[in-house]
């Protein structure tokens, strides 16, 4: 009688499948291992920047709960000298990590509690969703496959490890729109919303070393009372929750960062686990979304909107935007009569030892996705020079030079969008929504601005308002070039547009 082949298995704890960087040495750990040696590695090296966003948010959990920074019964002061003793330690105590992920199951493909999934869909869909949507890039169903080899019937599974980050990525930047059937007590819904991430952009503080950026990363507990041991992340939990039930609180700190998701997902694996073959896809729940303060998202306030809820927007995502132009976001601090937010984190970082705060960097994770389409755009990251000491807590004068410059290069730039319309208009004696002068005059300005915006921040005395209208102005002259060289009236156009722009009037300035 032949034997049956051994069950698929692969610990997220054991197995590798975390990319890290030490200097120029590249790896794969499991979790483990990561937070075994986290003073030893550098940073996370994820190819996908939303799925490095994302795991970043499950580690900051782990560390809270080896540490004891998740205990809502601290002071402030307390919780800050804990946090500085675990930095003095060097590293995380190796016994109280051995003893955390000796008490969950990490098990992908457990049948009963598989890692971040749901064992019912098994039951609950009459179908699997397929490898080729699972995997982003993939043409599903009957799309055509422009860009890639695989095809409806060319689904090639997916390394594991691949698969588990993309697993994350569904779970925090999932789109929303029409998904598998799921029926639940004769209700039948093929409907879902999108992830808690989706379209956003996460500032991450950045150490020397992995034990730094993940000490630096856990959030202090700002809401009301939260008795020890009610918060619980989705391993955390003796099975996944149930969808019909009302959504449970988002507790600091693993519901509020893990416990989020707006998808159901599992995974089919492939002969002893190694590969993923196809996958569930579907809605984890029909409440409405709760409204929380991610950490490391920057907010929006409009008190003109009537509908409350709609006041506070996301900063969202955007590929096209340098990072430098949200400084004056991340370095100012919260100002009651401001309508921008930095992200919450950024007022525990004043907290950390001298030399962690003076090194710290600050690592910008985007996805550029439409928020209630299934269109995703572009991901991207960043990493920022040390800026903490640019804070307004730590140099006012400097934290308001770098927010008059930010103003001032955003203030030109629609300035520029606007003289170079009218030029176009004049010259072409034609009126147009896009015209392809101010597109293309914008293009060319975002560097020149960027170059003029480092050199303001040294030469404080320089003229903010001439400086960036010179570089508009440069922009301008460059793309329409040709057309002055052959037409007389692009040539006066654009004359009367360079100076407009030198013209305009200082931007008006914003109370501290």
């Known amino acids: 009688m032949p034997s049956l082949p051994p069950p698929a298995t692969f610990s997220v704890a054991h197995k590798p499948w ?162 598998t059937l799921r029926t639940i007590d004769n209700t039948t819904i093929a409907k879902h919303s999108s992830g808690p991430l989706r379209a956003s952009v996460s500032f991450h503080p950045l150490g020397r070393t992995l034990h730094e950026t993940l000490l630096a990363g856990v959030p202090a507990f700002t809401g009301d009372d939260q008795p020890p041991g009610a918060d619980a992340c989705p391993w955390e939990e003796p099975a996944p929750p149930d969808p019909q039930a009302p ?63 709609r006041r506070r927007t996301l900063h969202r995502a955007d590929a096209s935007r340098a990072w430098w132009r949200d400084l004056e976001t991340l370095l100012l601090a919260p100002d009651e009569h401001g309508t921008h937010r930095r992200p919450a984190i950024f007022d525990t970082l004043n907290d950390l030892p001298e030399p962690v705060r003076r090194s710290l960097r600050i690592r910008v994770h985007g996805f550029d996705q439409d928020s209630s389409q299934a269109t995703d755009r572009q991901w991207y990251t960043a990493i920022t020079p040390p800026l903490l000491n640019w804070t307004q807590e730590h140099d006012p004068v400097k934290a308001q030079r770098i927010a008059e410059c930010c103003r001032e290069a955003e203030h030109t730039a629609q300035r520029l969008a606007t003289v170079a319309k009218e030029a176009w208009d004049t010259a072409t004696h034609s009126r147009t929504t896009q015209p392809p002068w101010a597109k293309k005059a914008l ?38 070039e040709a057309a002055r060289i052959s037409h007389n009236s692009a040539a006066r156009a654009v004359a009367y547009a360079v100076r407009d722009l030198y013209r305009r009037p200082s931007a008006p300035r914003k109370a501290a």
Do not use: M
């Open 443 to 480: 293009t060319r300005y975002w560097p020149k601005a960027e170059t003029v915006f480092w050199r303001l921040l040294d030469e404080t005395d320089a003229d903010a308002p001439a400086a960036f209208a010179a570089a508009a102005a440069a922009a301008l002259r460059e793309v329409t």
């Open 18 to 179: 975390v990319d890290v960087r030490t200097g120029p040495q590249y790896d794969q750990v499991g979790l483990l291992t990561l937070f075994l040696d986290a003073h030893r590695i550098e940073d996370l090296a994820l190819p996908h920047p939303p799925a490095a966003s994302a795991l970043l948010r499950i580690l900051v959990s782990i560390t809270a709960r080896i540490t004891g920074l998740d205990d809502p019964e601290l002071t402030a002061s307390q919780w800050n000298a804990l946090r500085r003793r675990c930095l003095d330690q060097g590293r995380f105590d190796p016994d109280a990590v051995h003893a955390y992920f000796d008490q969950h199951a990490w098990d992908v493909f457990d049948p009963i509690r598989p890692w971040l999934q749901d064992p019912s869909l098994r039951t609950q869909c009459d179908h699997s969703t397929g490898i080729n949507v699972f995997v982003p890039g993939r043409p599903g169903g009957n799309n055509l496959a422009w860009f890639s080899a695989h095809g409806h019937h060319t689904a090639e599974p997916v390394p594991t490890p691949e698969a588990l980050q993309i697993l994350l990525i569904h779970h925090c930047f999932g789109r929303p729109g029409k998904s």
């Open 247 to 309: 959504l449970r609180t988002a507790t600091w700190p693993g519901r509020q960062l893990t416990g989020l998701s707006r998808h159901a997902i599992l995974l089919v694996p492939g002969q002893g686990g190694a590969t993923v073959t196809d996958a569930y896809i579907t809605w984890a729940t029909q409440q409405p979304k709760p409204i929380i303060t991610d950490p490391y998202l920057a907010y929006r306030f409009i008190p003109e909107r009537k509908n409350v809820a």
